[in-house]
């Protein structure tokens, strides 16, 4: 069982560099949608860890954009994280901004899920429900065809990210759209507190 770190102290850990309410709002996104791939894949008992890593996995993108995933470790061994989950958090910059590869399940999954959070959270905001409730895959599918939207959500890695999982570009869409359901409510509530 890999170490993890209290939920509490990896909040306050996140919001010690992270005030912009976009950057608070996409870890707590990612964190939920972890939670939810670690339980759907039979990682349950790993969760606490999977959730812990979505939701630190951007601790250095506002301070240091330019050395997103180098300062991480620094900022993450400060808070007291354990190695293992510096790791995970730096593997989803490979081939981006840092040379971690993503080797276990939980890492293919945050390397492909987090640009697409972004692009499904665009779309989402573009729609008369502003929700991923209502959400369909083909309607996201030409989102991702528009390379206007969202141009800061890279296609390539997302792309590449379902690939490392061995799934279609379509299952991973669908997927991350449920994953974004089970969360979609309890980050709104949260966001309200911050």
């Not at 309410?21 to 759907?40: K, N, S």
């Not at 379902?162 to 994953?179: F, Q, V």
Request: with cysteine; proline share 3%.
């Amino acid at each position: 069982m890999k170490s993890t770190v209290p939920r509490a102290e990896a909040l306050a850990l996140l919001q010690k560099y992270n005030k912009e309410p976009f950057h608070i709002q996409h870890a707590l996104t990612v964190e939920g949608v972890m939670r939810w791939f670690a339980q759907e894949f039979g990682y349950g008992d790993e969760a606490d860890y999977w959730a812990t890593v979505g939701l630190l996995h951007d601790i250095d993108f506002e301070l240091y954009p330019e050395e997103h995933c180098l300062r991480a470790p620094e900022l993450l061994r400060d808070g007291g994280v354990g190695e293992d989950m510096i790791h995970s958090v730096c593997s989803h910059g490979y081939g981006i901004c840092c040379d971690v590869e993503p080797t276990h399940e939980m890492e293919k999954v945050l390397f492909a899920t987090d640009e697409l959070t972004g692009l499904i959270g665009a779309a989402a905001k573009m729609r008369p429900s502003k929700s991923v409730m209502d959400m369909e895959v083909s309607s996201l599918k030409k989102k991702f065809k528009d390379k206007r939207f969202a141009a800061g959500c890279s296609r390539d890695v997302i792309r590449e990210g379902a690939e490392r999982l061995g799934w279609t570009l379509e299952e991973l869409m669908e997927k991350t759209i449920l994953a974004m359901r089970s969360c979609e409510e309890s980050v709104a509530k949260e966001m309200e507190v911050h």
